[in-house]
């Protein structure tokens, strides 16, 4: 089992910066992409950014030029830095890591989300 425990979600005016850190544990041979999703009540949950074990980035246009991941191999653990935060940029974040198992299998496991919220 893995777990995927993200932090670091709150208020911010518009404008302003947060860093969300998604910190996975558990039994596992290897994590492969890491990436954050974000979904608004009513939408469908999309990807915000990706990142490979080795660093390669992918990131939706949307967030281009504004936010940044990248990740901590010996921590297990990926960031999101988030700047020039917009008020549509407000969802439950979610964590989520491709990891393969101890057993060789590939299995995705989310976070249990954090909440961003940027004011006008």
């Known amino acids: 089992q893995v777990q995927l425990v993200e932090s670091g979600g709150g208020l911010v005016q518009a404008g302003g910066s947060l860093r969300l850190s998604c910190a996975a544990s558990g039994s596992f041979f290897s994590i492969n992409v890491m990436g954050w999703y974000r979904q608004v009540p009513g939408e469908q949950r999309e990807l915000v950014a990706s990142?490979?074990?080795?660093?390669?980035?992918n990131y939706a246009d949307s967030v281009k030029g504004r936010f940044t991941i990248s990740r901590d191999n010996a921590k297990n653990t990926v960031y999101l830095q988030m700047n020039t935060l917009k008020p549509e940029d407000t969802a439950v974040y979610y964590c989520?890591?491709?990891?393969?198992?101890?057993?060789?299998?590939?299995?995705?496991?989310w976070g249990k989300g954090t909440l961003v919220t940027v004011s006008s």
């Open positions: 989520n890591a491709a990891v393969t198992t101890r057993s060789y299998y590939v299995m995705s496991y």
């Open positions: 990142i490979t074990n080795g660093g390669s980035t």
